[in-house]
């Protein structure tokens, strides 16, 4: 098929992706809370090859900062201190997966030097490293939620489809009712009412839960066409004749149309609800200090001084692009795809 | 006393002090005010981060309505918000009877409102008539009750009034600064209509108002900008003899967040700009000579921020977690650990890029009068903050997280307000200094109203993070806060009788140094007030940013001072060059 490749290609890519955001902990050099206080705002750190003395180096290194005491935020190259970057080095303890405990990192300098390839935030905490724990949480919070639409979507428009009359009336108009719902909010309320004792963990979850749950009605009303015009077709209205339940035609015949919307809608889906994490921690509504997000990352840049004064903060945002790019490629491609099976 | 953006209540009854203060104050360190003549004419324009609420000065309670009021009105006595001493205004001079309960003002003559009608002691007494009036309920009001009566004023002639006292009060001159004097042709009938309320609106059309001060209303447009204009009635003249103000116009544009004021003032839309924080000052600073403006760091504020910890009396609230952590709390070892544990230089460097003051104690070093010299800066010691917390009972487990006396572990959350960036900031900083001593942290971050309900209501917080900015230098600014009475005593609100010796100490002391009039007396006892606050800890005191000023280099007799409002308190003299 035209454009396989590209499809395969941008799939392979997006898995690798999602693969060092789930293993952050070893790919990240520091732990996501770690300051180092008299780092902050560092540009990212330069790798070398060539010492100041024109000598190469197999093992590449990096040279040591010095913050100028006068100017905050200022810092100078010290070429007289190197620091060689070693590889599968103990460091701070961190859990593959949430469960293996392990201190080994993929790359690292002894301290005092400090390797931050996204350069340091206000508390001197490695962008990088925080890049990739906060992929983890923001992943996380657009699977959870899209999955959670989707089940609902399917289980709502099915029954919508499968049985019409009130009940897909009363549905559907209920669904007009969420898609009417000023989310946002909604979310800021649902927030203000949260008691403080629960982690910030739980809030999160939470209010994944509540994107998740308010975001039905748009799956359901997909789903519930392609239930619509499968149910009145000859193969399901024979099997209809021949006794079979409600319950085995939906599963059997009729659910099995819905497959590609589901595929397709969970493409669109993830990404969006990936960004709807982003507004809230912009926001400041989702996950809490020092945990981070993609969008906590990104809140910084509400700032005049940040934007005008640390671009290195923008390298997070210019990571996701390709990222929220490739979802939609898929998205695009599935739907291609898709579109050509005939019903 | 001011508080930092708490709701519209809060501010009122903080406002309540703002005007009290000290009897003598000495020169504050700076230059001298540039004095220079200026040339009459021009325009200066300047942002507000809101629109004022209304421009009636018995009910201004936002910093935007007070800014402009401050513009279009005079006092009798006013704090020259430089030198920080009363000066003569309306009144030109005034005795005070042996007693100190007695102060008769002589009124300048031949002053006009600024739509022509003369200025007598009519006024006066009209305006403390209203400010008085309960039905009214002026968030000034508060400051004429002195020991529960209120003040009384007298008409003696035309031009003498007398304002008597109910007991002797230390800060009683200051006291008139922040009651504008009203024009009683202009507002005695809506006064008698009880619709006094409604009078003075934003919206209304400027025929309406009249007012003493150097400037008149000429438009509003909603949205975008207030316009004043020049009183051609106004009173003062400069050293030259000629009339005050400068300025023909003055504009107030609304631009609502700091960065877009930052932009604004950048591109070249407004002169003057003040209430930044430091990491705009950097990025200003970088372009100050190119962009022909020029930066004032004047030294520490009057702002104090501090974290504190919820000893309110949680009884019939069903908050059952909270007041078993108030057993942490109460105890005045775990305070001093968690003083000790925060590393407030790295707050300073941090979160205020340096332009800041790590404080011990609530008082600034802005306040040159009144802080007491003897308060050692707060230190930073884990180890310490470690015996403290060994000494109190508590104990570590293995993996390094504390517990108390029960085996329960050590955990709280700590409110912030999420419209003031900085101190979520310091919030972020305090968690991650906190956990070295095992303390497991959170770090809540909730919108402003939200957060003010809380402190002030529900009671459903451990500890938060909150700023104070006095209104003046004075200590009685602070007799909200520190009396168990008091209306901002936030650790332990509506505490009808002081619960510890130290909080009955802390009332005695600020209830004694209200009466007293000798300043090396009245500072004794304030000094032993800070000291109590350093030692006990009802609030543990962080930092005070720095007062941080930009202004166009063509803006003549540019001087400002720490006190509010910052850039315009000498608004009749500002020019254009």
Known sequence: MKGSRTFWTVLILLAAFHAVVLFAGFFAPYGYSRQNRDFPYAPPTRIHFVDSHGHFHLRPFIYGWQASSDSYGAYAVDSSETYPIHFFVGGARYEIAGLIPSRTHLFGVTAPGQISLMGTDGYGRDQFSRFLYGGQISLAAGLIAAALSLLLGLAIGSLAGFYGGWLDNALMRGGDLFMALPWLYLLFAVRAAMPLHIAQGQVFLLIVVVIGLIGWARPARLIRGVVLSAKERNFVIAARGFGASDFYLLRRHILPHTYSILLTQMTLLIPQYILAEVTLSFL???????????????????????????????????????VFLGYSRIADALQERFAVVPL | ???????????????????????TLAQSAGKATPNELGTPGGTLTIALRSEPKTLNPAFAADQSSQDVIYCMNADLIHI?????????????????????????????????????????????????????????????????????KPISVEKIDAYTVR???????????????????LPRHLLQNAYAESSFSKAWAVSASPSQFAGLGPFRLAEYVPGQRIV????????????????????????????PSEDAQVIRFLSGDTDVLDRFSSENYSVLKARESAKRFHMDDLGASLEYNFLFFNLNDLAGKNLPQIAAKQAWFADVRFRQAVSSAIDRAAIVRLVYQGRASALAAQVTPGNKLWLDPAIKPASHSVQHARDLLKAAGFSWRADGSLVDRGGGPVEFSILTSSSNAQRAKIATLIQSDLSALGMNVHVVTLDFSAMADRLLNSFDYEAAIMGLADGDADPNTEMNI????????????????????????????????????????RRQLYDRVQQIVANQLPIICLASPDVLVAAKDRVGNFSPAILEPYVLWNVDRLYVR
């Open chain 2, 80 to 148: 020259n918000r430089e030198s920080q001493r009363t000066e003569p205004d309306l009144a030109e001079s005034w005795t005070v009877s042996r007693d100190g309960k007695i102060y008769t003002l002589h009124l300048r003559r031949g002053v006009r409102f600024s739509d022509g009608q003369p200025f007598t002691a009519d006024d006066v007494i009209f305006s403390f008539r209203v400010y008085l009036d309960a039905k009214i309920d002026s968030p000034q009001r508060d400051l004429l009750i002195i020991g529960g």
């Open chain 1, 284 to 322: 400041g509504l989702g996950i809490g200090q020092p945990l981070p997000s993609w969008g906590s990352l990104l809140s910084g840049l509400q700032q005049y001084y940040v934007l005008a004064s640390y671009w290195w903060m923008f390298l997070p945002a210019i990571i996701l692009i390709p």
């Open chain 2, 482 to 521: 520190w009396p168990s009475s008091g209306g901002m005593h936030i650790w332990h609100l509506n505490e009808q009788r002081a619960v510890t010796p130290w909080e009955a100490e802390l009332d005695r002391l600020m209830n004694q140094q209200l009466v007293t009039l000798d300043y090396p007396k």
């Open chain 2, 228 to 255: 004043l204009e020049r009183n051609p009635y106004y009173w003062k003249r400069d050293a030259a003899g000629k009339q005050l103000p400068y300025l023909d116009k003055l504009v107030f544009l609304f631009v």
């Open chain 2, 163 to 181: 304002f008597i006292l109910p007991q002797r009060y230390a800060a009683a001159e200051r006291l008139f600064d922040g009651f504008p004097i």
């Open chain 2, 1 to 23: 006393m001011r508080l930092s953006r708490l709701s519209g209540s809060i501010v009122a009854a903080c406002l309540l002090f703002a005007a009290i203060a000290a009897a």
